[in-house]
């Protein structure tokens, strides 16, 4: 049986793979390779989400690398996007100590994935309907904010298999009802 040590040293491990996967990916693209900002934003994603995990189990922080992976090799984006996508998840860090850490652009797109990142169904009609305003109001800004979202999506579509079946449902649904289109 694994240690605890033994299975943090593993994750760390995986952790760097998959990231070096991304700047791997991204170093093979026309882009220019602006690597610093996108070092500087996983230690920044990776140390605001330490400790937190996912309904499968995993460390958290595979989430953003993924929706990055996304971002950059199948959607094609370059390092704003790819760093917006590293930071995209809420955390305690606010949309300031994002702009003053990666600049107005990249806090502006995050700023805009927070605002949209509510769940589309409310309890009330109200609430689904000033997220879609949200959602309007945001891709008339940057379509990146789009962009990112429906790779998050994705990335969540990609891994529904670790949630209770009703979880599933609603998921799927919300991804056919408003991604979809």
Excluded at 57 to 70: D, N
Excluded at 86 to 95: G, I, K, N, P
Excluded at 112 to 139: V, Y
């Amino acid at each position: 049986m694994e240690t605890s040590d033994q299975q943090y040293t593993n994750e760390e491990q995986l952790i760097e793979d998959k990231f070096q996967e991304l700047l791997n990916g991204y170093l093979n693209s026309n882009h220019r390779k602006k690597v610093e900002i996108i070092e500087r934003a996983f230690k920044f994603a990776k140390e605001a989400h330490k400790g937190i995990r996912r309904r499968s189990g995993e460390p958290y922080i595979l989430h953003p690398i993924a929706v990055a992976r996304i971002v950059s090799q199948e959607i094609g984006l370059g390092s704003t996007s790819i760093c917006s996508a590293l930071l995209h998840e809420d955390t305690e860090y606010t949309v300031e100590d994002i702009e003053n850490h990666f600049g107005k652009k990249i806090a502006s797109i995050v700023d805009g994935l927070t605002k949209i990142s509510g769940g589309i169904f409310g309890d009330q009609a109200s609430a689904q309907a000033e997220n879609f305003r949200r959602l309007l109001l945001t891709m008339s800004e940057d379509i990146r904010v789009i962009l990112i979202k429906m790779a998050d999506r994705l990335h969540n579509m990609r891994t529904l298999g670790s949630m209770l079946p009703s979880k599933q449902y609603k998921i799927a649904g919300e991804t056919l009802y408003i991604y979809a289109p």
